[in-house]
Structure formats: structure tokens, C-alpha cells
């Protein structure tokens, strides 16, 4: 028997999305395929789809190829097209077991080559949760799935449909087995997680879910959460970031522009101003909290003064993990059809940005030579802190446990201890 490949692009939901298709597949008993679970977030990243299909094809000539994820759910076509693929599932069926029962079946009877549906039907977010995505230390629980917001250049709502949320009383049996069997660190994740709980009953906020999970799971040592929308945060999470120290001390915030006009222009639903509070705020209830954040360079109709705030964000909210993306325009979206940035002029404001993160970064290595922090080992010599920051020892620890230890300086990206 031979089992199928894997190959993951795009978001960390996705990665959690093949491990569940990896299961599905084992019990439908399919053999001899290839699986991209692909990423439509950019047109460069369907692309690179297509460039990765044709990669795998050549090299697995005599394998069916399936393609499935948000390329395959919002543009089917394109893929269906192309003589390297067998088979084409959208993001909803890729988490059926009858899918994958029918591919097993040598696409034969009902099994069609293009089983991709309405996502904007879905109503509930699949229940099939896995135990331990990730590595032997930290895994990763999709609590939420799809977004109702319609920001202008994201096509992410057409792949992955409306807001679902999982609820509470799954995700906390969840978490117990995950801590049942030896993690020491769960990572909350979905497509707009601080949507979570309002499709469901008494619309629960993710502030609540938080608390919901540190009080029924206590021998949980570390809860961290994924990216965020600062201005729907809730008082409940601002009050778990100041009493409970086994939330991390670190956000990735969903800022994408520094500028209010461009950031109405997006369809944000923040302000500037908004997002300097929430940071400054979140610092005053845990000095220790690193923010990371999503940053859009060259949006359309950008100028340079537009540009300049954006820069002046990463001080004013004390940025550190910066991911920068230079703006492409995606078919399909209300941002494509807007004056766009002369792609010179995108490419030079990408890499400052990316220069003032490179600076950010450094300054906060350097802030923790001398100072002690819990390290959650991901490999013999290496682990991460609260923060999220890299630290390489010298002498090996053991993977998967928390280890105090005093900084002794840096080297790179990565603190030494």
C-alpha cells in the first residue's frame, strides 16, 4: 500500500486542515495519490499552486492528483483545466469522509472530477477535530472557520464561506485530551477568530471562550491565540491578557494599513487611532506582550504620505513580528478595479517596512539579554519563550517541556541561552 502525499500551501489552517484530510484519507483507504490542499490569498499564491501541481505531476506521473483548499474553491475552473489533475474538492468537501470514501474508489460510479459546492451554504464548522496537529510540544485547535466581513482585497470569504464557529464545550474536550497526552501548549486558531461564538447560542464572545478553557482545563500550562481583530476584542480577553499568565504575552493583530483613508478604502473596520489604543492598552495590562502584525504595502491608491503612517504604526504600536505584503491585485475583488501602485514604488515600500521590522526585532532581542524566561523546547536545542521569540541553547533539553533559562545574548533572529 502506498499512502498519499501532502503538500500544504498557504495558512497555518491549512496545515491543520491536510493533518484531518491525512486521517480521512487513511480510513477511506486511498493509495497512490497526491493532495494539494492549495492557498488563494494572492494571485501569486494560485500561481504557485499551479507551478506545485505541475512540480508533483512530473515527479508522481502514475498517482491521481487531487487538488483541493481555497484556489480550488474559488476558482474550480482553473484547475479542472489542467491536464495534470484528476480530481478538484472544494474546502467543504475535503472534510467529508464520503469524499474521500468515493476517491478511494478509483473515481468510479458517483465520484465526480469537480465536487466543489456553495460554501456560502455552510452553516457549521466540520466536527472532525483531530488530537495534536503540530509538533510533540505545541498543538494547534481550529476553533472558527470563514469570515463575514467583506474587506475589498480579500478573496478569503469566497474560499472558506461565512463565520462558524465550534462550540465551547468541543473545544474544551478537546484541549483536555490534547493536555492527556503530554501538550504543553494549545494554539487557538481560525480564519477570524475574534468572530468566534456569534452564530452561536447567547453569542459567547472569544474572551469568554478563553477564560472558559483556562478555568475547565487547569493542568493546561500555556493557551496561546492566533491572529486577531483588535477592535472586536472583548472585555474578557483584556481581562485574561491581565490576570492569567498562562495566556501568552503575544497578539498577531490584523492591522493591514496605518493610514485611515486606505484603511476605509480596505473596508477595515478600525481606525489608526484604534489600533495604537488596543496596543497601548494590552501593554499596560502585561508589560511583557509582544504584538505581531499583518502590514499592506502599495494598496491602491496609496501615496506616500498614505505609506508613511503605516511606517510610523510599527513604533506608535510597538510592532515586532512584522509580515509584510506587498499588494497584488486578486481577481474577483473590489480592490483590483481601484488605481493601483506603480509596482516599483510597492516593491520599495515593502522592503522598508520590512527593514523597520528587521530593526523592531532587533531592538527586542536586545531587551532580553540577562532576563529568565519559561522556554517551550521544539527540538533538542531549541525553543520558543512566551513571546513567541526563538532561543538556542547549547546543551540539549528535552522536546515538548517547559524550561526556565537566563538569556545570554542573541545570534541573528534567535536569543541564546
Not at 472544494?90 to 458517483?110: Q, V, Y
Not at 486578486?330 to 478595479?337: F, N, Q, Y
Amino acid at each position: 500500500m502506498t499512502p498519499p502525499k501532502f503538500t500544504t500551501l498557504g495558512c497555518r489552517l491549512n496545515a491543520y486542515e491536510t493533518e484531518a484530510m491525512k486521517d480521512l484519507a487513511a480510513q477511506a483507504g486511498l493509495e497512490n495519490a497526491v493532495v494539494v490542499n492549495t492557498c488563494a490569498v494572492t494571485a501569486e499564491a494560485v500561481r504557485k499552486a499551479r507551478q506545485e501541481i505541475r512540480k508533483l505531476r512530473r515527479d508522481n506521473p502514475n498517482a491521481k492528483l487531487i487538488v483541493t483548499g481555497c484556489a480550488a474553491q474559488t476558482e474550480p475552473e482553473t484547475f479542472a483545466k489542467m491536464e495534470e489533475v484528476d480530481a478538484v474538492i472544494g474546502n467543504t468537501e475535503k472534510m467529508t469522509p464520503d469524499t474521500w470514501k468515493g476517491l478511494a474508489a478509483d473515481f468510479i460510479g458517483e465520484t465526480e472530477a469537480v465536487q466543489v459546492n456553495d460554501i456560502m451554504s455552510v452553516t457549521e464548522t466540520a466536527q472532525h477535530l483531530i488530537d495534536g496537529f503540530g509538533t510533540r510540544s505545541r498543538a494547534y485547535v481550529q476553533v472558527q472557520n470563514g469570515c463575514d466581513h467583506r474587506c475589498t482585497f480579500c478573496i478569503i470569504p469566497y474560499g472558506r464561506g461565512n463565520s462558524r464557529s465550534v462550540p465551547a464545550g468541543v473545544i474544551v474536550d478537546q484541549i483536555k485530551r490534547l493536555v492527556d497526552k503530554g501538550f504543553n501548549e494549545v494554539v487557538l486558531t481560525g480564519v477570524d477568530l475574534t468572530s468566534w461564538g456569534a452564530d452561536l447560542p447567547a453569542q459567547p464572545k472569544l474572551g469568554d471562550l478563553v477564560m472558559r478553557i483556562l478555568k475547565l482545563v487547569p493542568d493546561l500550562p500555556r493557551l496561546r491565540i492566533s491572529s486577531i481583530d483588535s477592535i472586536e476584542v472583548d472585555e474578557n480577553l483584556m481581562q485574561a491578557i491581565a490576570t492569567e499568565p498562562r495566556l501568552m504575552p503575544h497578539l498577531h493583530l490584523s492591522l493591514q494599513h496605518g493610514d485611515d483613508l486606505i484603511l476605509k478604502r480596505m473596508k477595515r473596520r478600525h481606525l489608526r487611532d484604534d489600533a495604537i489604543r488596543f496596543a497601548e492598552e494590552a501593554r499596560k495590562l502585561r508589560p511583557d506582550m509582544t504584538f505581531g502584525a499583518d502590514i499592506i504595502a502599495g494598496f491602491p491608491t496609496e501615496t506616500e504620505a498614505h505609506f508613511e503612517n503605516s511606517l510610523k504604526l510599527v513604533d506608535e504600536c510597538a510592532l515586532t513580528w512584522l509580515h509584510v505584503f506587498p499588494y497584488s491585485p486578486r481577481e474577483g475583488t473590489p480592490a483590483a478595479r481601484m488605481p493601483q501602485v506603480d509596482g516599483r514604488a510597492i516593491k520599495d515600500r515593502a522592503a522598508r517596512l520590512r527593514a523597520a521590522g528587521e530593526a523592531a526585532v532587533s531592538r527586542h532581542l536586545s531587551a532580553q539579554q540577562g532576563r529568565t524566561h519559561s522556554v517551550l523546547m521544539e527540538a533538542p536545542d531549541m525553543g520558543r519563550t512566551e513571546q513567541f521569540t526563538e532561543v538556542r541553547f547549547a546543551a540539549e533539553q528535552p522536546v515538548g517541556h517547559i524550561v526556565r533559562a537566563i538569556i545570554t545574548g542573541r545570534d541573528g533572529h534567535q536569543l541564546v541561552a
